[in-house]
């Protein structure tokens, strides 16, 4: 038997609830508690309309043509442009799944493009010594090979902070 696991949680065993909407099918996958917890007063209405509630439902976005019940139903929008469209109605939605109503990642350190620079450089260095032991090594020039071999460890050393065989 193929028990399926809750997309909610990931940890326990999961029924799948099916929502039809416009004459499609989604396949949610949860667990009693995720379940509960995600459809707390929804009885059997949608996840989303339970933050969403009634207002604008007829309204579209005017770039793709998704409307609000159309994201209600199946939480998906239908372009980057539905983001605007449907920006005050979406944002409560948003806050509770993603916690946060702006974006908190990390930015590159001071110093990340000298050393993006550093390793493109190393990078074709590599390749280059690469060609030409390879070339040295057709012409049976044995002592430049040596010489490219050498160096293709000195730049890999660098590069990869070792001897590497790459």
């Known amino acids: 038997m193929n028990t399926k696991i809750c997309s909610n949680c990931g940890k326990n065993a999961a029924k799948e609830y099916v929502k039809k909407t416009d004459g499609k099918e989604l396949k949610l996958y949860l667990c009693p508690s995720c379940y509960e917890a995600l459809y707390p007063d929804a009885g059997e209405d949608d996840f989303f309309t339970s933050f969403l509630g009634n207002v604008g439902a007829k309204r579209s976005c005017p770039a793709c043509g998704t409307t609000l019940d159309g994201f209600r139903s199946t939480g998906l929008l239908g372009c980057a442009y539905c983001y605007t469209a449907f920006r005050e109605e979406l944002m409560p939605t948003v806050k509770y799944i993603q916690g946060k109503l702006h974006h908190e990642g990390k930015a590159p350190d001071t110093g990340a493009e000298e050393r993006y620079d550093t390793v493109r450089a ?9 060609k030409n032991l390879e070339r040295a090594m057709q012409e049976h020039d044995y002592a430049s090979a040596d010489r490219y071999r050498e160096l293709l460890k000195e730049v890999n050393r660098k590069l990869y902070g070792g001897e590497g065989k790459r």
Not at 122 to 130: A, C, G, N, S, Y
Request: aromatic share 0%; glycine share 0%; no cysteine.
């Open 122 to 130: 190393l990078v074709r260095e590599q390749e280059e010594t690469k």
